[in-house]
């Protein structure tokens, strides 16, 4: 008696066409041309408008190489925020954007180009980095859609653009014309071979051998004002340089206001200048005491960093120096020294720079040779004048200078000047120690001469600039981008402390930058007092030829066809014919600058987002996220900010939220070195994009994420979980129509009422994460909810329900309608994550009219419509119900390992329970046996709570393997229970004749 077969086939097993094996790598490629037949984009436009507004505003990434894990992080993130957005009912345009201009673009076509370079017109150089960056937009482009990112990928924003170049220019001359912009001293890189500013990038360290210098500084101030033990001795501090070049720029001397410093007493009457040729030791200082009488004279006194005083003592030889005073080096502020040789007064200056790794601890401070020395500078107000030329020939400062002669030094180039002044230092007596150092030093990248800092004049955006808050009250620029800091929502916290300190503490902004890939700082110098022409009719006119023309326009344009007539110098009133007195300026702005104005650019100037953002401007609601890695404090959030509050008044955004880095398992940066990279375009490839998706989504992004292939891997498990969960979903779903087949809610199976109750509880708890860019939250419920609730839980124990009852049946109708909203529920809050596959189950719902044709045209459920009623209540009754299920599951596991029953149909379970949860039962009785999936159940009411297995009795139903107390012959098929016959009958299948029996007729 093998009824198998043919009983088999009357169970109704589920059924979908929808494939289990995903093939990303094949499948997502055709799923987005799907989306561009579509017009996707295009569409959810049209679909948002009329819905209030929610604006992220994309901050560029640099259009110079293939995308890195960095960047599939960004755009992912971003992708989920639009998406999640654009469900929950807002317009969320999103227009990606490009920086383009710079350095590492310059110098890669200054390579590629080489000599030739030389001889090419501007325009001709221009161009070529234009098609470089254009290279780099095209591909990041190509690869940002390939990971399902959504957006106006055929029109984004590039700051080498046309109208994106005018609107930069238009911006500086709003800072311009607004009393922001100045023209001052800072040094930069100089190569003095080449004559020319040197950026960062164009610096390498190379081996190279300066004279290391000791030299003592007298102080002038008194002495006893820093310690009583100083009063009446000659005390010095001692500066130590390799650039003994710098000394005639020395103005200050730096301390550490936090350092421990001492008062070396030596007992020389001395002399210092006891200095011998490099390599020989020099002669102690305190060499003539030793010599003469019994009672040392009391010789100088020497303040140096306490945790250098040993290695100074050593490398000065000042023997056996003790030590007189300790004390702060905050009390050093202001102190007066001399000059070594000028006629000079060097003031004592703090600063948190100095350190204690070499040198004295007293750091000689000359403003217009090191970046440092120029912001202290800056800070006590001192001259930052160059006397350094361009081919690197030092210049006396006459101020300080009162012999007939010059100094030997004066018209030397920096290093010839080295010996020079070391001579004079000896002569001076001041110093005392001199000797080779063979270190790493900055060299020039194109002819590898060592190169010099030099301050040279460059554009300035002051912080200090006077501004006018909204209420028409004064203040500072520096302090109203303070103030607007705090107006904005920071994520994580910690980001508005990091950016108020930065902007506290920074120093002017320079914007000018020596080369040409960029946007030209377009403003006529007047030779006579190096202004620029203040008219704003001019500048208007200007804007309008980059508009038309783009910058090249700066470089191909003659002066005379821009300048008015009689052009009028307002700062000295000088007047000549065009072209005479006035210089066009070549510097470019720093792409920050670029960059930073890209809410004036764009989102104030963008057709699709200009309403938006003026809404928000005019605080009408409208949120304006900037989302960014956490490097961005110092870079695009901070210069949107101050470019929009020095021209509107405001912060450029409502929202900034900060994603950490990526990091391989080690916690160990991402580099070809240690082979620890993960390509999300390899990962797209061989996995799939879906799986560089999950991976985003499944770690909290203001954390450093870690990723890896072994942690690839596991995302591709899990996916295939979660697409295993969807294959189940519209299988049990076959046959069902929702309008023909729904059940109303109030007619729903206590345990299906239940489900959604859970379902609701979940769409909240989901709404809620996407709206607070909790995405790693809403991945862990929805994995959770998948495996716990769907897998091992509901669709588990609704296998008897689906498979053996009738198909058109209440109880089976029921859980269809169930397992269809929880379907329809889970594909919405999903799809911003899984954003191929949940347009994929879209396609195998069941038919509804008026669908959107892509997942990502719907919206996210609403709670009340899954499930109409308050759950909280029933998920508490539940919660109660599930602690008798985990219990009777772990002893009927035990039961089973005991070999005392089989599956849990062949068993029975006895519970006893008190009171409140007898009762709890005895109102759930009906569907009990289904939750604990077995075959009967017995309640008894008693003072505690216990459990027994036993065998199931009655008789085993040979379709819906159930122990029943009645199983009989149904035709041919022996052992079928009543419940099955119904359900057969249902079906309208006949009791079966024997095949004896059919031919038989
Ligand atoms: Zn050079
Ligand atoms: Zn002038
Ligand atoms: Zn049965």
């Not at 008696?1 to 088999?8: D, G, N, R, V």
């Not at 590629?112 to 098609?131: F, I, T």
């Not at 110093?431 to 190169?451: E, I, K, Q, T």
């Not at 790693?776 to 419920?781: L, S």
Request: proline share 7%; with cysteine; net charge negative.
């Amino acid at each position: 008696m093998s009824p198998a077969p043919e009983l088999k086939a009357t169970l109704t097993l589920p059924q979908t066409a929808f494939p289990m094996k995903a093939n990303l790598p094949q499948n997502e490629p055709l799923r987005l041309a799907r989306w561009a037949k579509l017009d996707l984009y295009a569409e959810l436009r049209k679909a948002g408008q009329g819905r209030p507004a929610y604006i992220l505003h994309d901050g560029p990434p640099y259009a110079n190489g293939p995308l890195h894990l960095g960047h599939a992080l960004n755009k992912g993130l971003k992708d989920f925020v639009v998406k999640s957005k654009t469900m929950a009912g807002f317009d969320s345009p999103y227009v990606p954007g490009y920086d383009c201009h710079g350095l590492p673009i310059e110098i890669k076509v200054d390579e590629q180009l080489g000599r030739k370079k030389l001889e090419m017109p501007a325009p001709a150089v221009l161009d070529a980095c234009r098609a470089y960056a254009q290279k780099y937009v095209d591909l990041q482009t190509s690869q940002f859609e390939r990971l399902g990112c959504f957006g106006r990928w055929d029109k984004p924003y590039k700051t080498m653009a046309r109208d994106y170049e005018a609107r930069t220019l238009e911006a500086f001359y709003g800072f311009l014309e607004k009393g922001f912009v100045y023209r001052g001293l800072k040094p930069v890189y100089w190569c003095i071979h080449d004559r020319t500013a040197l950026a960062e990038a164009e610096v390498e360290y190379e081996m190279h051998t300066s004279p290391s210098v000791y030299v003592r500084y007298k102080l002038t101030s008194d002495p006893e004002a820093i310690h009583p033990a100083l009063a009446g001795r000659e005390v010095y501090t001692i500066i130590w340089t390799t650039t003994p070049w710098t000394l005639p720029a020395s103005l200050a001397v730096a301390f550490h206001p936090d350092f421990e410093y001492v008062a070396l007493a030596t007992n020389a009457s001395g002399n210092a200048g006891h200095t011998t040729t490099e390599g020989a030791p020099s002669l102690p200082l305190s060499s003539a005491a030793r010599v003469g009488e019994h009672e040392p004279q009391p010789g100088p006194v020497y303040i140096v960093a306490a945790e250098l005083a040993p290695s100074v003592v050593a490398a000065c030889n000042l023997g056996e120096a003790k030590e007189l005073a300790r004390f702060k080096g905050s009390l050093l502020e202001r102190t007066t020294f001399q000059h070594p040789f000028l006629d000079r007064s060097i003031l004592g200056v703090l600063a948190t720079y100095v350190t204690a790794d070499q040198g004295t601890g007293a750091v000689h401070t000359a403003p217009s040779h090191g970046a440092d020395d120029f912001y202290t500078g800056q800070r006590y107000g001192l001259d930052p004048t160059c006397r350094v030329d361009a081919s690197g020939r030092i210049h006396v400062d006459p101020e300080a200078w009162h012999h007939q002669a010059p100094p030997a030094f004066d018209g030397k180039k920096v290093w010839a000047a080295n010996p020079i002044i070391i001579a004079m230092l000896e002569e001076s007596g001041t110093l005392l120690a001199s000797s080779d150092l063979h270190h790493s030093y900055p060299h020039c990248w194109r002819c590898h001469h060592p190169v010099i800092f030099r301050a040279t004049e460059q554009w300035f955006i002051g912080l200090e600039t006077p501004v006018e808050r909204a209420d028409g009250s004064k203040t500072t620029y520096r302090q109203l981008a303070i103030e607007e800091i705090d107006k904005v929502v920071w994520d994580p916290a910690w980001g508005k402390e990091r950016i108020t300190n930065m902007i506290a503490t920074r120093p002017d902004w320079c914007i000018s930058r020596q080369r040409i890939w960029g946007v030209p700082i377009a403003v006529f110098l007047c030779e006579n007092c190096n202004q620029p022409i203040m008219d704003a009719a001019l500048n208007r006119k200007i804007v309008d030829l980059f508009d038309r023309e783009g910058a090249e326009a700066w470089h191909t344009t003659p002066t005379e066809a821009l300048l008015p007539e009689n052009p009028v110098c307002k700062s000295c009133g000088e007047v000549r014919p065009p072209g005479h007195a006035f210089r066009k300026e070549f510097d470019i702005l720093d792409v920050w600058f670029d960059s930073g104005v890209s809410w004036f650019a764009v989102a104030e100037s963008d057709p699709d987002l200009k309403d938006a953002y003026t809404a928000f401007q005019n605080n009408e609601g409208v949120p304006v996220l900037y989302l960014e890695g956490g490097d961005q404090h110092r870079g695009w959030f901070h210069s949107s900010l101050l470019t929009s509050v020095a021209l509107r008044g405001r912060a450029p955004y409502s929202n900034v939220s900060t994603a950490g880095w990526t990091l391989d398992e080690q916690g160990r940066a991402m580099s070809k070195s240690l082979g620890n990279g993960v390509d999300p375009v390899d990962i797209a490839n061989r996995l799939g994009g879906e799986i560089v998706r999950l991976w985003v989504a499944s770690i909290d992004f203001r954390e450093d994420m870690a990723a890896s292939e072994n942690l690839m891997q596991r995302c591709a498990d899990i996916y295939r979980k979660l697409r295993n969960t969807f294959k189940i979903l519209l299988g049990n779903l076959n046959g069902f129509d929702p309008v023909r087949d729904r059940v109303p809610e109030s007619e729903l199976l206590p345990l299906d009422r239940y489900m959604l109750a859970r379902t609701r509880e979940l769409t909240e708890k989901v709404r809620a994460w996407y709206a607070a860019f909790e995405f790693h939250r809403v991945y862990h419920a929805v994995n959770d909810f998948a495996v716990v609730d769907l897998s091992s839980f509901y669709i588990d124990v609704l296998k008897d329900r689906m498979y053996t009852f009738a198909p058109t049946s209440l109880a089976r109708r029921s859980a269809q309608t169930v397992l269809w909203q929880i379907t329809e529920a889970l594909v919405r809050l999903v799809a911003p994550i899984l954003s191929f596959t949940a347009d994929e189950v879209w396609e195998y719902l069941p038919a509804v009219e008026g669908r959107e044709a892509s997942v990502h045209l719907a919206q996210f459920p609403n709670p009340e419509d899954v499930f109409s009623e308050d759950p909280t209540k029933l998920l508490e009754e539940w919660k109660q119900l599930f602690v008798v299920r985990d219990a009777a599951l772990v002893l009927l596991e035990n039961e089973r390992q005991a070999k005392l029953i089989g599956k849990g149909l062949e068993a029975q379970l006895k519970i006893t329970a008190p009171g409140k949860l007898f009762d709890l039962l005895k109102r759930h009785f009906a569907g009990l046996k289904e939750i604990l999936n077995v075959s009967e159940v017995q309640i008894f009411e008693g003072t505690s709570s216990e459990m027994a297995v036993l065998p199931a009795s009655g008789h085993k139903c040979a379709r819906c393997w159930n122990f029943m107390p009645e199983v009989s012959a149904y035709g041919i098929w022996e052992n079928v229970c009543t419940r099955c016959q119904s359900a057969l009958k249902e079906m309208g299948i006949a009791p079966p004749q024997s095949e004896s029996g059919e031919s038989a007729q």
